[in-house]
C-alpha cells in the first residue's frame, strides 16, 4: 500500500485515528494536507502549508511522516509545542499507528541543567541572595535523581528564575570535552540520544543557531534527514535573521567579567589581578553604555557607516577601542593560565571572539545586512540579513534528484495572496508547493467584527485612553472573558492602568497585564477565571501573545485589538526591508506593510475561535480598517465573520453572548 493509501485509511471514519483518539472527528481539510504531505515526502520536493485555525494540522503531517518509514526532524517556535508534541502527540499517533518509531526531544543549552555550573555557583561570592540560594538547593536535590536534566521537569521553579543562569551553559561559557562533567552533562546525553532516534523534536532557535555556529548537535544530524517539518513556520524569518548576523552586548560582557572574577578567585587565586581585570571590562562595557548619552531606552539607533545615527564619532570609537583594549589584556592574563583548568581555556576563547566582534563593530556593516543599536538595560550592537533566504534555498532546492528534500513548512498565518508571497519570498520557497487550507468553523455563525466608527484617529493622543473606556464597557456588559491586544508596549502599559483603576475598586473583575507574572501562569489565571473557577478576567497583552495562546470555551468570548498591527516605521531593519523593496520596483506599502499588518491581525483575531462550539466577538479600535481602501484588503485576510454596524449591535451581541452561553445550539 502507498503513502497517500496508509493516510487516507488512517483518517477514515472507522479509520485507527477515529479508535485511538477520544475527540477525532474526520475533517476534509486535514485529510486534504495529510495527502499534500504525502505526496510531498514520496515526491522529494518542499511544500508549504497555511492551514487555519481548527484544521488539527499537528495530526496531518505527523500521520504520513510517521507511516513514511524515515527518519523525520520536527522544529516548533516554542518550547511549549515542543513539549506538546513529544509528551502528548507522538506518543498517541505511534501507538495507534503501531509504528516502531523512537523519539528524542532536543532543546537549547540553556533548557537543560549545567552540572558543572551548579557545583560552581555555591561557592561563587558573586551569587545572587537567600531567596537563590533556597531555589540553587531546590536545583542540587533534583539534580540528584533527574534523568534529562530537563528544568521544565522541575517543579515550582519559575521561568524567569534569577538562578538559572547559574545553573545552565551558553554557547560562550560551556568547556565542552575538557570539562570534568563532560561525561554525564545532559546536553550531550540529550544530543546522543537525538542522534539515534528516529524522529527529532527540535524548536526554531536551535536550527538557526546550528546554521550560524554548527555546535548545536544539529550539524551531524540534519544531513541524516530528508524530512524536515517546520510547524509554526511564520515565525522562521524572525528567528532566523537573530542568528545569521551578529551581536555584541554589555549584557555578554559583563557575564563574561563575573565569569572571568569567579573562576580566577576560585582557581588560580593570585596568579593575576582578577579583580581588577574583570573592573576594567565592566568600566569599559559602561562607558560603551554611557557612549550613547541620553538615547530613549527601548530605541534602535539606525548605523551610519561605523557610527550609530546620532552619536558623537569620537566619543563612540574611543569607547569601543577602549573595550577592544580591555579584552586584550584579559585575552593575556587568561593565556598565562589556561594549564590550570578548562574553565580558563574557555574564557580565553571568549574573551578572544568578544574582541573580533568589538573589532567588527569599527568596521561598516556587510553589504546586504543591517545594522543597528538596541538601547535597553543592556546595549546591543546588532547586525543582520533582511531574511533568510540565502541560507534556506541552497538547503531544500537540491540539483542532485537523490539529494531531493522533502521540507513541509507549516502555520494558521502565512500571508494573504494564494501564493502566500509574505512568507515564501523572505525564506527562498518561491519555488516551493502551496496549498491553503481554510477553517471547518463556521466563523458567519459563530463569530461577528466590529469596528467602532467614532473614535480618535490611531495618532490622536486620546485613542489609547478611548480603548481602555470602551473595553471596560464591553468588558462589564460580557462580566469580563475579554482579552485587549496592544500593539505597542506603552498602549499595554496605559490600558492596562486604566483597566485596573476601572475594576479594582469594585472587584468583581480581576485585570491581568502582561508582565505581572509569568505567561504561563497568566494564561491558567485568564483560563480560570473566565469560566466560573473564579473571578471573570479581563487580560490586557502585547507581542507574544497575538499568537500561540490557546483559550477555548466561555473564558474568552471578546478581543479587542486597539490598533491595526503595522510594522514601525522607523526600525532600522523595517526601513532596510522597505529600502530593498523600492529599490527593485516594489511599492514598500503594498509589498511589505500591508502583508505584515494582514498576518498579525490574522493572528490576533485567531485567538478568538478555537473549537466549533466558541462564539465571540472581534472588535478592532482603528476605523482605517473600515474607511481607507485597503481595509478591504486587510479584512479579506479575515475569517468571513459577521459584521457588526453600530455600538449598539455590539452591545446587543455581547448581551447575548452573556445569556447564552457558548453552545453549539444556540448559535449568535
Known sequence: MDLASQVLAAFAPEGVLSRATEHFVPRTGQTEMALAVASAIEGGYPLVVEASTGVGKTFSYLVPALLSGERVLLSTATKALQDQLFGRDLPTLVKALGVPVSTALLKGRGSYLCLHRMEMARHDAGFPGRTSLSALAKVEKWARGTATGDLAELPGLDERSPVIPWVTSTRENCLGSPCPRFRACHVNQARREALAADVVVINHHLFFADLAVRESGMAELLPTVRIAIFDEAHQLNETGVQFLG????????????????????????????????????????????????????????????????????????????????????????????????????????????????AEAFSAPPEAGAVRWLDVGTQLRLVESPLDIAKAIEPRVFADD???????????????????????????????????????????????????????PKPGDPAHTAAVASSAASWARRLRGRTMVLTTTLRALRAIGEALQASFDSAGDIEVLVQGAMPKRELIERFRQGGDGGGRACVLVASASFWEGIDVPGEALQLVVIDKLPFPPPNDPMVEARSRALESGGKSAFNDYFLPEAAVALKQGAGRLIRRETDQGVLVVCDNRLAVMGYGKRLLRALPAMQRLASEDELNDRLDLLTRSGTTASQPI
Open 401 to 455: 534528484k537523490a539529494a531531493a528534500k522533502s521540507w513541509i513548512f507549516t502555520s494558521a498565518t502565512l500571508g494573504d495572496d494564494e501564493r502566500l508571497s509574505w512568507f515564501t519570498e523572505p525564506c527562498g520557497l518561491t519555488q516551493a508547493s502551496v496549498l491553503r487550507v481554510g477553517s471547518p468553523f463556521d466563523y458567519a455563525r459563530q463569530a461577528a467584527i466590529y469596528v467602532p466608527r467614532n473614535f
Open 246 to 357: 551578529r551581536n555584541l552586548s554589555t549584557g555578554q560582557l559583563l557575564d563574561f567579567s563575573r565569569d572571568m572574577l569567579a573562576t580566577g578567585m576560585q582557581l588560580a587565586r593570585g596568579l593575576a589581578d582578577w579583580q581588577v581585570l574583570a573592573s576594567a571590562t565592566e568600566h569599559a562595557a559602561r562607558d560603551l553604555r554611557l557612549s550613547v548619552g541620553k538615547a530613549f531606552p527601548g530605541s534602535k539607533l539606525r548605523w551610519n557607516d561605523a557610527v550609530p545615527e546620532g552619536l558623537s564619532a569620537e566619543a563612540w570609537s574611543t569607547a569601543l577601542a577602549a573595550l577592544g583594549g580591555a579584552l586584550q589584556v584579559a585575552c593575556e592574563a587568561l593565556d598565562s593560565v589556561t594549564e590550570i583548568a578548562p574553565d580558563f581555556v574557555r574564557l580565553h576563547e571568549r574573551a578572544l571572539e568578544l574582541a573580533a566582534r
